[in-house]
């Protein structure tokens, strides 16, 4: 090309995206896929979303506000933090790219693990900083593996919890042995978009019980549980002066009028998320059931998806689902060359997966 891209830039590989529902309904004219490739919530948002959406479509035409007030209150309240410690993003997306851009000069190294959520190395580059990968370590993060590779460089740490793609979680005392080996001027992100649907109580919440390390910055969705997905909105809860930086630097209008008042509608129906919650829980028991009468062994999970060994080709029985109207997550791309993942759909949903599994696999599951 005649233009020169900034180096950093050209060693980036594109985000994958689970494939949308509508690609494949053209391509293999299927008119009811079932896609259980992005951890979506199959149970669609709260009715009380869809009546503030029908109520603001009027005033579209108008800016968003430059600050979500009403949802930055409720979040902070919620949370027992300031206002200004809440930070909206366009999806948590949003504030990892701030992140990178807000704390790294060129040549900084971000830890993170690997393979892990492509977001953080995609905006650590962009950012012209330096990723630094730890590999996983019997599919969890290796918390001791990143406290060694932590340099005079180091400004960031992300870590996801629970885990995306193994499910995996780290409990609240290996954070605490973690982050006390870790320098106080390094930031430590916590990717929480999963968090809601922990079931084991040991596990690390970063919010449940304040931690009162101003190095902490936790990320949370509303694109998984609340099923905001296709609106754009995620946060995050920070010491305020990080706050400060990144509010300087987002877009003034990052998150649009309709995706807050969908988030402040989700956010008070408590009852929704808890009934998707009740749902999804069953729905991964009964795929993690049905998998192992197949003789697979799925890991155990405490997030709304799971990951399985089917030991052949993760790529060909993802193209062959596909046939049967199916999306899942092949795990190729992270280095899982036989691995899918699939996150629970519902019921229904659920069983089709599996049917089509056992028709792709042939007779001896
Ligand atoms: C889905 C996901 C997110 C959330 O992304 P949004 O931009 O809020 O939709 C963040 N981190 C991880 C690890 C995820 O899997």
Redesign the pocket.
């Known amino acids: 090309m005649r233009f020169t891209i900034s180096a950093p830039i050209e060693t980036i590989k594109p985000y994958e995206a689970g494939k949308p529902l509508k690609e494949l309904e053209r391509e293999f004219k299927i008119t009811h896929a079932v896609k259980l490739a ?2 979506e919530n199959p149970f669609g948002f709260s009715p009380k979303v869809k009546d503030v959406i029908i109520e603001n479509i009027n005033k579209m035409n108008r800016y968003p506000e430059p600050i979500a007030h009403d949802l930055s209150r409720l979040l902070a309240q919620r949370f027992q933090v300031g206002f200004h410690n809440i930070v909206l ?8 790219a701030l992140l990178a851009h807000g704390f790294l000069n060129p040549g900084d190294e971000a830890l993170m693990p690997h393979p ?2 492509s ?1 953080y190395e995609i905006s650590v580059k962009t950012a012209k900083g330096v990723p630094v990968q730890v590999p996983l370590v019997d599919h969890a993060m290796d918390l001791e593996g990143m406290v060694k590779r932590v340099g005079p460089r180091t400004k960031l740490i992300f870590i ?1 919890n629970p ?3 193994t499910g995996a979680a780290i409990t609240r005392e290996q954070f605490l042995a973690f982050s006390q080996k870790i320098p106080q001027d390094v930031i430590l992100v916590v ?1 929480e ?2 968090i809601e649907f922990v079931r084991d109580k040991a596990v690390f919440n970063s919010l449940d019980r304040p931690l009162a390390d101003s190095r902490v910055v936790t ?6 549980a609340y099923g905001l ?1 296709g609106f ?3 946060y995050g809860v920070m010491d305020r002066e990080i706050a400060e930086i990144l509010n300087r630097i987002r877009q003034p209008f990052n998150v649009n009028t309709l995706a807050s008042e969908a988030a402040l509608a989700a956010l008070q129906d408590q009852a929704f998320v808890d009934q998707t919650i009740e749902s999804i829980h069953k729905g991964i028991d009964d795929l993690a059931s049905a998998l192992t009468q197949m003789g697979f062994e799925p890991l155990p999970t405490q997030s709304n998806f799971l990951m399985v060994n089917i030991r052949t080709d993760a790529t060909k029985v993802f193209n062959d689902l596909l046939r049967h109207g199916v999306i899942v997550r092949s795990l190729k791309s992270y280095g899982f060359d036989t691995c899918l993942r699939i996150n629970s759909g519902t019921p229904e949903e659920n069983q089709i997966f599996i049917t089509a599994l056992k028709a792709v696999l042939g007779k001896n599951h």
């Not at 993003?89 to 990892?96: F, H, M, T």
């Open positions: 992005s951890n993003g366009n999806g948590s997306d949003d504030i990892i892990a959520f977001m996801t885990f995306n793609p990717d978009a999963y990320l949370r969705t509303f694109s998984k997905a754009r909105i995620g």
